[in-house]
């Protein structure tokens, strides 16, 4: 996705800045008070489509460790795919700790559930190679990329 297609989301923006009022002393003339600091800017709304990437990217963690797991030797591939996913312009610091985190859980996840190749990895899988295939389509053509 290029061209400022995926905004910056940042994690400071899940948490409401507070600022407290300075304190009063009543010894010190006004104008001998230090004037509030400036308030940073405030980060950029999430994009409308960051729980579907964030969903993508799972995904692709998880397909990383299956594919990988069940022989068929391509995870590499999906951690290339990430790479390129987390690398896209527009994408913030923040987003891009966004991504890697949810990559990492669903690689985490499997992992910690799956020592062997079974038909249930399988049937993941399958599902998930559909799903992404899909939700990657409908983000580039909804959101461009």
């Given at each position: 996705?290029?061209?400022?297609?995926?905004?910056?989301?940042?994690?400071?923006?899940?948490?409401?800045?507070?600022?407290?009022?300075?304190?009063?002393?009543?010894?010190?003339?006004?104008?001998?008070?230090?004037?509030?600091?400036?308030?940073?800017?405030?980060?950029?709304?999430?994009?409308?489509?960051e729980?579907?990437?964030?969903?993508?990217?799972?995904?692709?963690?998880?397909?990383?460790?299956?594919?990988?797991?069940?022989?068929?030797?391509?995870?590499a591939?999906?951690?290339?795919?990430?790479?390129?996913?987390?690398?896209?312009?527009?994408?913030?610091?923040?987003?891009?700790?966004?991504?890697?985190g949810?990559?990492?859980?669903?690689?985490?996840?499997?992992?910690?559930?799956?020592?062997?190749?079974?038909?249930?990895?399988?049937?993941?899988?399958?599902?998930?190679?559909?799903?992404?295939?899909?939700?990657?389509?409908?983000?580039?053509?909804?959101?461009?990329?």
């Amino acid at each position: 996705m290029r061209g400022g297609s995926i905004a910056a989301a940042g994690l400071a923006a899940l948490f409401a800045a507070t600022e407290a009022a300075p304190a009063k002393e009543a010894s010190a003339p006004k104008a001998a008070q230090a004037p509030p600091a400036a308030s940073a800017p405030a980060p950029a709304p999430a994009p409308p489509y960051e729980p579907q990437l964030l969903r993508l990217a799972e995904m692709m963690g998880a397909l990383a460790f299956l594919r990988d797991l069940c022989g068929e030797g391509d995870g590499a591939s999906f951690r290339a795919k990430m790479g390129a996913l987390v690398n896209a312009d527009g994408v913030s610091e923040s987003q891009r700790d966004l991504l890697a985190g949810a990559y990492n859980k669903g690689f985490q996840d499997y992992e910690t559930t799956y020592r062997a190749c079974t038909p249930n990895a399988h049937l993941v899988m399958s599902r998930y190679l559909s799903e992404t295939t899909k939700l990657a389509a409908e983000l580039a053509g909804r959101y461009g990329g």
